[in-house]
């Protein structure tokens, strides 16, 4: 069976992941693996990756405890997975070539196979024959729901509060501090929503559309229907943001988010020792005061949508060095800012709470 509605709930019953990330399983180089051992580790039952095999979750990324590393196919079912799960998200998104036999060895073994990549494994005729035969699903989530809206700002009519990470760069924590904080609010009691837009998010919540394979002109439409679903049982909605305003190959999507989910509100993600844009050395990142200003000035003409929180990724830093970061950004901004997963969410999870009953109060 072949599906790609990433509209739809995964499955009724929680998957046991074994992920795919042979070669790359690091702190950088399997953001999808790494996503989901930070969120759902009681779901992944090993990653497989024959350069790290022996080791740890825990000994390579620095969290995951005892999730165990595999070399091999035959190694990982073992550990009795129900999916094999891509545990990569390159740039362009691509199927190493040589995947191609360890996948059709997983589906053999009874694997189900879940993707996120922009090659889409259920396409590819050997594979979706094996998974027929085998009666196991391929399911491609950046396959995009057949029909989508352009976007008309629906979303002003909604009552939750919206709320998008926007980042100084790509892949520097804006589905993991959108997810940190979910969490944090949970706790608390609070209603809050994950509105997932990228196949990492979609794997750990279960739902969402990966927006970045959506045509041009439907990313609005498929952020402002996201919400708007989203919002009916939620009092927040947290948006996972993507790409950036200075990016010049991923702001499409970043504009696209913001149009389409027109956010009361944002918390900015950034990264205190990384000083220009991911593979474009060329494009500076601007001072934290600079980001917000430019935030402001693009969110204004639609629906202004202020600044009230800074998410620090201070993975690659000293503990001593990631709070002087910390302090200084608090300084520069004058707002609350924390880094959500090595310290404490609460400064941004206080920071929405303010701002969503200030937004009541106000109306």
Known sequence: MVRGDSFACMTTAAPRYLILADGQFGPRTSKTANGCILFTPHQVVGVLDATQAGRTAEDVLGYGGSIPVVGTIAEGLALRPTVLLIGIAPSGGRLPAHWHAMLAEAIEGGLSVWSGLHTFIGD?????????????????????????????????????????????????????????????LVRRGVKVAFAGTGQTGIFIDGKGIAVDAVVADFIGGAAEQLVLDAAQDADIVLVEGQGSVIHPGYSGVTYGLLHGSLPHALVLCTQPSRTTITHNPWVPIPPLRDLIALHDAVTRPLRHAPTIAVAMNTADLAVAAARDAIEAGMAETRLPVTDPVRFDPAPIADAILRFHEARLAAR
Do not use: F, W, Y
Not at 154 to 163: I, N
């Open 124 to 184: 590819d005729p050997v594979l979706a024959g094996l998974a027929a035969r085998h009666g196991v699903e391929i399911r491609d989530v950046r396959r995009p729901p057949a029909t989508l809206p352009v976007s008309t700002g629906r979303v002003r009519d909604v009552a939750a509060t919206v709320v998008l990470t926007v980042g100084s760069d790509c892949n520097i924590g804006k589905m993991t501090a959108a997810l940190r904080v979910r969490d944090d």
